[in-house]
């Protein structure tokens, strides 16, 4: 299990200031949902995080030890899929399984994939299927069954579920959330970008709010001490609606402060 520690980290494109002292403090073990309106850079931070981007300044830290590059200890999950055309689901997954053990055999990592497309139930059918034959949300359990099966300490999710109905999106939601939870021992850190309030007061242990570009962390809230709500009882709860109230006030006032500049 992996803390993450984020001290005064600043990135910019060209001369565009993207973030601006960021700093942050993960719990192994958190599931972390990173708010705020798009182009604020929650993009961006995550792919510093995955090791594809280097910070102009400060540091990002896994358990004390500088992030520097890409890393098996950090999966990702795009919300393009990332999945690649020319081979089958299972393919897919199969691949990321070689490049983590490459001792496994064939059918040692075929036998794997199949387990993880049922993780994400799937039926075992869909192994053979190009990414094109498959829908939105099976492209993306696709992608989240390769994501967990190189089992890493931290995955890094950048809206996921965006290009999804809300419907899948609501199943897709449920669906690592209980992947996550049933991890109770070494459970992965999660940091999960997204726009939405409603799927960050579902998903998420801790929230992170990050103002508009120039990005800084400008709101923090944590669930950890408090019984989580699920989302039939949510909407009913008097305290998780005020939040939500304040967190898209919180949002828009942002906006409005820098529009208004």
Known sequence: MLDVSVNHLKFHYAKDLILNDINMN???GSFICLL???????STFLRLLAGLETP???EILVNHEMIIEAGLQRGVVFQDYGLF????????????LKQKNRNMSWNERKTEALKRLRDVQLPDSVFNKLPKELSGGMKQRCAIARAFSIDPPILLMDEPFGALDALTRAKLQDLVLNLWQQETENRK???F???DVDEALFLATDIFVLGQAPSK??????FKDKKKLNRKTMYDDPQTMDLRNDLIKIIHNEVQTKSAV
């Open 217 to 222: 962390i400008i709101y923090k809230h944590s």
């Open 193 to 195: 970008v997204t726009h």
């Open 189 to 191: 850190t999660i940091f």
């Open 56 to 58: 102009n300044s400060g």
């Open 36 to 42: 705020g309106q798009s182009g604020c850079g929650k």
């Open 26 to 28: 993960v719990k192994a």
């Open 85 to 96: 055309p020319w081979m089958s689901a299972g393919e897919n997954i199969m691949i990321a």
